[in-house]
């Protein structure tokens, strides 16, 4: 069993089109989050979520929204996107911010052309 | 603003050798530095962890040096392996925070 999946694992669209992509956890971690790793492998967060509650939020473009319907989904939700987005997206679970390590999932190479 | 710097970029390393690599951070606050170890096209992976109590955590052929005067640790892999050639990132977090990366470093174990 997967704990951290994603989906899906690749994405190409269009610059200016609307896509979402999807991360569900099956340990019982309380805080998920959003990691953005660029073509140089820097990680950057994007956005965290602690039992539904968005605790941070990094000064990402307002084009990018997470939504999170329970605990164990947090979902991300781009509009208009622009050749820059291209990544590789990460989510990832802990149980304890600061405490635990996270466990990731295996990412969404998002290609905008 | 980077909190957590890590060098150097990329290593290459003869098997059988010593990789290592360093990181520094600037903030007294964190109290968890954790090791992931990130393959081509998967996630970061936890290696090993350390807090600021210890000065060296060592999981098998992994070790972590912790120099807390100097806001120092680094990641010592013994005999290494072409098997270990990924990029490994430091990282750093206190309680009920995010967590900060270093920028990564390459690892490349040649047979």
């Known amino acids: 069993d997967t704990a951290v999946s994603q989906t899906p694992k690749y994405l190409v669209t269009q610059m200016g089109n609307d896509k979402s992509i999807k991360c569900e956890q099956n340990?019982?971690?309380?805080?998920m989050y959003w990691y953005k790793q660029d073509s140089k492998k820097f990680l950057k967060i994007m956005f965290s979520?602690?039992?539904?509650?968005?605790?941070i939020n990094e000064t990402v473009p307002n084009r990018f929204s997470p939504k999170s319907p329970d605990k164990a989904h947090l979902n991300l939700h781009i509009n208009s996107l622009e050749l820059g987005d291209s990544a590789v997206y990460f989510c990832?679970?802990?149980?304890?911010?600061?405490?635990?390590?996270?466990?990731f999932g295996s990412g969404t190479r998002l290609t905008v052309v | 603003q980077q909190q957590v710097k890590q060098s150097p970029q990329s290593l290459i390393v003869q098997k059988g050798g010593i990789s290592i690599i360093n990181c520094a951070y600037e903030?007294?606050?964190?109290?968890?530095f954790p090791w992931y170890q990130q393959f081509p096209g998967k996630g970061p992976a936890l290696l090993i962890a350390?807090?600021?109590?210890?000065s060296e955590k060592k999981e098998g052929r992994f070790t972590i040096s912790f120099n807390k005067s100097a806001k120092q640790f680094s990641l010592h892999i013994m005999d290494s392996q072409p098997g270990d050639s990924a990029t490994y990132f430091c990282?750093?977090?206190?309680?009920?925070?995010?967590?900060?990366f270093g920028a990564g470093t390459r690892l490349t174990v040649k047979p």
């Open positions: 340990l019982g971690h309380d805080t």
């Open positions: 979520y602690n039992n539904k509650e968005l605790i």
């Open positions: 990832a679970s802990s149980q304890d911010p600061g405490r635990h390590g996270y466990t």
């Open positions: 903030n007294t606050a964190f109290d968890y």
């Open positions: 350390i807090r600021p109590d210890v």
């Open positions: 990282a750093a977090s206190m309680y009920n925070n995010d967590m900060r």
